[in-house]
């Protein structure tokens, strides 16, 4: 099974220095995948608790697995589509995603959909892919299409979560490699269980080939940490661009 923690080892370490968990909160995990975005929220949360919800039903069973081994009791998970499943209202004091945002078919549904589910004032941590052509993971290995992109404008981004009922919207940039093996070989197994490529499997083994280095085969990357307050929380927002 890809090892898709790994390839995002970097970014996570953003994510977990931004979500400033309390001990009592309640975290929803957005697109969790393996869970281990909510393992780490659960640890945090002492007191309270962490659900991670996403659509994959295999990902969700090696989460459970994973939790259960390692012996976290305020963790669970559930299969569900964050657009429209229906929250406890007013619930969670955090919610925060990895990469698991980006392809809502109506995104401002979705996040009218989880700020729903957030008390007042709660927070919003997420990363986002930045555009394609920021992404040499994507523009080297032939990855189109705006599924992976959808939140990469920032106005355009800022604008959906306002329209949901968030304010205090901030992005911050993420400049960080991404991981797809220690070999070629590997990253080329990686890479297809992954995503499919529109290039053949020649040029894509070559590509991974010449991004092979002593630390293993990766790819420049750009993302969004972003993040924003559930509404009523005062006046106005606020956008930092990239430096």
């Known amino acids: 099974m890809f090892d898709y923690d790994a390839e995002l080892r970097l970014h996570n370490e953003h994510l977990r220095a931004a979500t400033h968990i309390n001990p009592h909160d ?11 975005t909510t393992r780490q929220a659960a640890r945090a949360a002492t007191h309270g ?6 659509l994959s039903a295999p990902m969700l069973e090696q989460a459970r697995k994973l939790t259960h081994d390692q012996g976290l009791t305020n963790t669970t998970y559930q299969r569900a589509d964050a657009q429209t499943h229906p929250f406890p209202p007013a619930h969670f004091d955090l919610c925060i995603s ?8 109506d995104p401002t549904a979705a996040f009218t959909n989880i700020g ?8 919003l941590v997420m990363l986002v892919w930045q555009s394609h052509d920021r992404n040499e993971w994507a523009t080297a290995l032939h990855q189109n299409g705006p599924g992976p992109f959808s939140l990469a404008d920032p106005t355009t ?9 968030f304010t205090h919207v901030t992005f911050t ?10 070999d070629p070989d590997t990253a080329f197994d990686n890479a297809l269980h992954l995503q499919s490529f529109a290039t ?5 083994r070559a590509t991974l080939e010449a991004h092979h280095t002593d630390t293993g085969v990766s790819f420049d990357s750009r993302a969004w940490l972003i993040t924003a307050r559930r509404a009523p929380y005062g006046d106005g927002s606020s956008r930092h661009s990239p430096t």
Do not use: K, W
Request: one cysteine or more.
């Open 26 to 36: 309640r975290v929803l995990d957005i697109g969790c995948g393996t869970g281990q």
């Open 49 to 54: 608790s962490a659900l991670g919800i996403d």
């Open 98 to 105: 990895r990469f698991g945002t980006m392809f809502f078919t």
């Open 116 to 123: 729903h589910a957030l008390r007042p004032a709660a927070r």
């Open 157 to 165: 981004t800022e604008g959906i979560l306002t329209s949901a009922g």
């Open 173 to 182: 940039d993420v400049h960080e490699p991404v991981y797809y093996g220690p």
């Open 200 to 204: 053949n499997h020649t040029h894509l």
